[in-house]
């Protein structure tokens, strides 16, 4: 094998770990990004002058929304939360992507919260009277999309998901189950728009694929405002109240994120698998005009071989990328870089499978060894060559595997151009390389031969038959007389099996 397929074969190995790994960075980047955006959100409300117990409206909105958005990035949703910012009549607060409106009520206490998002359109008709308002309520309700007054008992927020803080809901559904009934016996026209209250009422904003925003407490809502105000919201704050990368992606979630990520590297490495194999193919189609059956079997076996493997690569390299940066590993290891990851979870992968190889009698201890060696020697060439590329290219992931392509390649010459010369000072000087090559110092056994040294090999053991031994008369003959010559026979040490040298002559 040339250095070049040597380069190459280190590279569709290592592309599933960086494929898998750079596929981890990035879902946990998408997450930070969300929770960041969150963070710059609330603090965009520097230098309000709103009084807290108001201003703590606006920031539940930008929380539940944030929170929401954040895990949906972290259970791979494409559902998102939008704040309205509408002031028109029953307008929703938030809406999701999939259609769904969600209304928010931070009051004092959990009646009062109840109390607003259970309000019919006629309690706010009187409010606007109650404030000045001079229109007729045929007008009014004219002037909010409503055809006739058969709507006067509906809530006013009907069909809205309805959201108040987490330490109202119990006072909230205690209080809504009471007015229903009360006014079952007194008003039972007024018994519908509380059963749908109640039906909607939540401390969170949920869609169907289990997404959700963090509940919020009145109390929290109040402190949030209080550092908005000044715009000293940190990240900290925000991992108080939960939302942080170690708290939405949780190992189940990283084991769907490793699935995925498996796939797509076992993709990638069944194209780099196969190239070679089919190119070949197709070039002895080329020269010969037939088609070569032994070869479309080495392409088959490629492909199972290097998506079984890839896939097993990619989707560790990814899991282990997302534990570490999203901080379930602890703070020290969130600033590991992905392609440390990567080559560190082939080289794991692969030494397991050589000691597998020693242990069975397929291989040597010092030839894992060197291969372990080598193994170390093409990842820093690929690390190094890829960090520059990665410079060079804009786009993250292919300036990296571009650069860590060539830096194999070349790593392999290199390593190749190195070991023979280490091989030949080890010939010359009996040099163990610290184990890494073995001296053998056997004299061949053609060497042993021409020196009348006679080997005995027992394979089998037979039992000799007795025979009669006839007697012939002895003959008289001249025995002729050769002068005895000595031959030269010149050995040098050399290389004989993989890192292993001993005595050849030519």
């Given at each position: 094998?040339?250095?070049?397929?040597?380069?190459?074969?280190?590279?569709?190995?290592?592309?599933?770990?960086?494929?898998?790994?750079?596929?981890?960075?990035?879902?946990?980047?998408?997450?930070?990004?969300?929770?960041?955006?969150?963070?710059?959100?609330?603090?965009?409300?520097?230098?309000?002058?709103?009084?807290?117990?108001?201003?703590?409206?606006?920031?539940?909105?930008?929380?539940?929304?944030?929170?929401?958005?954040?895990?949906?990035?972290?259970?791979?949703?494409?559902?998102?939360?939008?704040?309205?910012?509408?002031?028109?009549?029953?307008?929703?607060?938030?809406?999701?992507?999939?259609?769904?409106?969600?209304?928010?009520?931070?009051?004092?206490?959990?009646?009062?919260?109840?109390?607003?998002?259970?309000?019919?359109?006629?309690?706010?008709?009187?409010?606007?009277?109650?404030?000045?308002?001079?229109?007729?309520?045929?007008?009014?309700?004219?002037?909010?999309?409503?055809?006739?007054?058969?709507?006067?008992?509906?809530?006013?927020?009907?069909?809205?998901?309805?959201?108040?803080?987490?330490?109202?809901?119990?006072?909230?559904?205690?209080?809504?189950?009471?007015?229903?009934?009360?006014?079952?016996?007194?008003?039972?026209?007024?018994?519908?728009?509380?059963?749908e209250t109640l039906a909607l009422l939540s401390d969170r904003a949920k869609s169907a694929d289990g997404t959700q925003s963090i509940p919020l407490s009145e109390a929290d809502a109040r402190r949030l405002a209080a550092l908005a105000k000044e715009g000293a919201v940190s990240t900290e704050d925000l991992k108080k109240l939960g939302l942080s990368?170690?708290?939405?992606?949780?190992?189940?979630?990283?084991?769907?994120?490793?699935?995925?990520?498996?796939?797509?590297?076992?993709?990638?490495?069944?194209?780099?698998?196969?190239?070679?194999?089919?190119?070949?193919?197709?070039?002895?189609?080329?020269?010969?005009?037939?088609?070569?059956?032994?070869?479309?079997?080495?392409?088959?076996?490629?492909?199972?071989?290097?998506?079984?493997?890839?896939?097993?690569?990619?989707?560790?390299?990814?899991?282990?990328?997302?534990?570490?940066?999203?901080?379930?590993?602890?703070?020290?290891?969130?600033?590991i870089e992905p392609p440390v990851i990567g080559c560190v979870t082939v080289i794991a992968l692969n030494t397991m499978k050589n000691a597998c190889r020693v242990a069975r009698g397929e291989m040597e201890g010092y030839e894992m060894a060197n291969a372990l060696a080598k193994e170390l020697f093409l990842s820093s060439c690929a690390m190094i060559?890829?960090?520059?590329?990665?410079?060079?290219?804009?786009?993250?992931?292919?300036?990296?595997?571009?650069?860590?392509?060539?830096?194999?390649?070349?790593?392999?010459?290199?390593?190749?151009?190195?070991?023979?010369?280490?091989?030949?000072?080890?010939?010359?000087?009996?040099?163990?390389?610290?184990?890494?090559?073995?001296?053998?110092?056997?004299?061949?056994?053609?060497?042993?031969?021409?020196?009348?040294?006679?080997?005995?090999?027992?394979?089998?053991?037979?039992?000799?038959?007795?025979?009669?031994?006839?007697?012939?008369?002895?003959?008289?003959?001249?025995?002729?007389?050769?002068?005895?010559?000595?031959?030269?026979?010149?050995?040098?040490?050399?290389?004989?099996?993989?890192?292993?040298?001993?005595?050849?002559?030519?």
């Open positions: 094998m040339t250095s070049f397929e040597e380069g190459y074969d280190f590279f569709a190995e290592h592309a599933s770990g960086f494929s898998g790994t750079y596929s981890g960075s990035e879902y946990v980047s998408q997450v930070n990004a969300a929770i960041e955006k969150t963070r710059a959100d609330l603090n965009d409300f520097s230098g309000f002058r709103t009084d807290v117990s108001k201003l703590k409206g606006d920031i539940a909105e930008f929380w539940h929304a944030g929170s929401f958005n954040a895990d949906a990035a972290a259970n791979n949703s494409g559902v998102r939360l939008t704040i309205d910012r509408s002031h028109e009549f029953a307008s929703a607060d938030l809406t999701s992507s999939d259609a769904t409106p969600f209304g928010l009520k931070f009051y004092r206490t959990g009646a009062e919260s109840a109390k607003q998002q259970a309000k019919s359109v006629f309690e706010r008709f009187q409010e606007y009277k109650a404030g000045g308002g001079t229109d007729s309520l045929d007008k009014f309700l004219a002037d909010r999309g409503y055809l006739d007054a058969s709507v006067l008992n509906d809530p006013v927020y009907k069909g809205q998901v309805r959201v108040i803080p987490k330490d109202q809901y119990q006072d909230a559904v205690a209080w809504l189950q009471k007015k229903i009934e009360k006014e079952a016996v007194s008003r039972p026209e007024q018994v519908a728009r509380y059963k990368t170690d708290d939405l992606i949780t190992y189940e979630r990283i084991f769907n994120q490793a699935l995925q990520a498996g796939v797509d590297a076992a993709m990638l490495s069944i194209v780099l698998k196969a190239a070679p194999e089919i190119y070949k193919a197709i070039q002895h189609l080329v020269e010969t005009g037939k088609i070569d059956g032994e070869q479309l079997k080495k392409v088959g076996l490629a492909v199972l071989s290097g998506g079984a493997e890839g896939f097993v690569r990619g989707s560790l390299a990814a899991a282990i990328t997302t534990a570490c940066q999203s901080g379930l590993w602890g703070e020290a290891l969130k600033s060559a890829g960090g520059i590329a990665q410079m060079l290219v804009v786009i993250p992931a292919l300036g990296f595997m571009l650069g860590s392509f060539v830096g194999s390649v070349v790593g392999a010459f290199t390593y190749d151009g190195v070991y023979s010369a280490t091989l030949s000072f080890c010939a010359d000087t009996g040099f163990t390389l610290f184990g890494l090559v073995k001296q053998d110092y056997k004299l061949p056994k053609s060497v042993l031969k021409s020196l009348g040294v006679k080997t005995v090999e027992v394979k089998k053991c037979h039992l000799q038959k007795a025979t009669i031994r006839r007697m012939k008369p002895l003959k008289l003959t001249q025995k002729k007389m050769q002068p005895k010559t000595v031959e030269v026979i010149p050995l040098r040490r050399g290389v004989i099996g993989v890192s292993k040298i001993g005595y050849i002559h030519n």
